[in-house]
């Protein structure tokens, strides 16, 4: 199962409907990394309230989604990371360093056009 | 009380199928939510093991009643390659494949029983318990 990607503006919105195996979780970061440049993005969001396990390949991936993004000129956000996901996590020394992230979609998006309109961007 | 799940390991999705499998089996043994999370991260982590090393292998899942004392035994194994260096495997940070060397010692730190058994050309199993509180 892939992941569809949205296209909202200048934003690309990945909402992620169920566990995802290692290779759609690889499929889902060559995809942004095409659209980014094809669309001009200034924004990459993954939501993750779906997920019930973010294990050490996820949380590198979407660090690797987030970087990427960021290489290409858009800022990225994960949102959505469950408490029970998130203490997991904590547990288990696994670390999102250096990914912006934010409670839902509502505040990630907030994100993206508040970091865009502090460096300038605009976000359509 | 025996209920056992085995989940054979051979591709990247079965180890989504390993960690559904023990957090309903957590569930049900009446782990508390947070602890159904964390017992299904740890089979994640050493199930990818599998995949990533030993390319195939098994999970087996079942519960247990020591005593009065209830968990969770998780036993995974392989007759993949074996790990050379298990105290370099174990240690924070260390990799040799395509992870960040923090599953192994990861699913240690949060499981209450962890023990690794690897023989060179001969496999690795890894046993893991985790009890009720």
């Not at chain 1, 566990?19 to 060559?30: I, T, V």
């Not at chain 2, 260390?94 to 599953?103: D, E, M, N, R």
């Amino acid at each position: 199962m892939s992941v569809p990607i949205l296209k909202q503006g200048d934003v690309l919105i990945a909402s992620i409907q169920a566990a995802l195996s290692d290779r759609e979780l690889a499929q889902l970061h060559d995809a942004f990394a095409d659209q980014v440049g094809r669309f001009r993005s200034r924004g990459v969001i993954i939501d993750v309230t779906a997920l019930d396990v973010l294990d050490s390949f996820a949380t590198r991936t979407l660090r690797s989604i987030a970087y990427t993004a960021k290489l290409r000129g858009a800022n990225a956000v994960v949102v959505g990371i469950q408490p029970d996901v998130a203490f997991a996590m904590v547990q288990l020394g696994l670390s999102l360093e250096g990914v912006a992230t934010a409670l839902d979609l509502e505040e990630g998006l907030a994100y993206i056009r508040d970091v865009a309109k502090r460096g300038g961007h605009r976000v359509r | 009380m025996s209920a056992e799940v085995s989940v054979p390991i051979e591709r990247d999705a079965d180890i989504v199928t390993a960690r559904q499998e023990g957090r309903q089996l957590a569930a049900a043994a009446g782990f508390s939510s947070a602890d159904q999370t964390i017992i299904a991260l740890a089979i994640s982590e050493i199930t990818r093991n599998i995949v990533s090393y030993a390319q195939r292998g098994k999970v087996t899942l079942s519960r247990m009643d020591e005593g009065g004392r209830r968990g969770i035994l998780i036993v995974a194994q392989d007759d993949g390659p074996g790990i050379p260096d298990i105290d370099l495997a174990m240690r924070d940070g260390y990799s040799t494949a395509k992870s960040l060397g923090v599953g192994l010692p990861g699913a240690r730190r949060v499981m209450d029983e962890f023990e690794l058994v690897s023989a060179l050309g001969k496999g690795t199993t890894v046993t893991m318990k985790k009890w009720l509180r």
